[in-house]
Nanobody, 113 residues
C-alpha cells in the first residue's frame, strides 16, 4: 500500500485548501481512510474519517469546516478545508486502511497572515 498526500500550502486565516490522498495497492472504496494531523510539539490527532460504506466522522475542532470525500474512480480521498484557522497549521497525513501501519508522507498546511 502506498499513499501520497498533496495539496498543502500557505493560506491566510479564513482561506481554503483541498488535500488529496492518492492510493495504490488499496481500494479506497473498500476501506476506511482517515486524515490525521500533527502540529509541532503535539501528538498526531485524527481529523476526519470516511468508512467503507461512505459514512463520515469528524473531530469536533473541524466539524462544519472540513469535509472528507472520496473518488472511487480515481482511487483517492480528499479533505476540503474551509475557514482555516492558525491552529489548523500542521502536517496532514492520510492513513488507509484506517488503523493500519500505512501512512502517506504528509503535506504541510500553514495558516498565517
Amino acid at each position: 500500500v502506498q499513499l501520497q498526500a498533496s495539496g498543502g500550502g500557505l493560506v491566510q486565516p479564513g482561506g481554503s485548501l483541498r488535500l488529496s490522498c492518492a492510493a495504490s495497492g488499496m481500494t479506497v472504496g473498500s476501506n476506511a481512510v482517515a486524515w490525521s494531523r500533527q502540529a509541532p510539539g503535539r501528538q498526531r490527532e485524527l481529523v476526519a474519517l470516511i468508512t467503507r460504506g461512505g459514512a463520515t466522522d469528524y473531530a469536533d475542532f473541524v466539524k462544519g469546516r472540513f469535509t472528507i470525500s472520496r473518488d472511487n474512480a480515481k482511487n483517492a480521498v480528499y479533505l476540503q478545508m474551509n475557514s482555516l484557522k492558525p491552529e489548523d497549521t500542521a502536517v496532514y497525513y492520510c492513513n488507509g486502511p484506517y488503523g493500519t501501519r500505512y501512512w502517506g508522507r504528509g503535506t504541510q498546511v500553514t495558516v498565517s497572515s
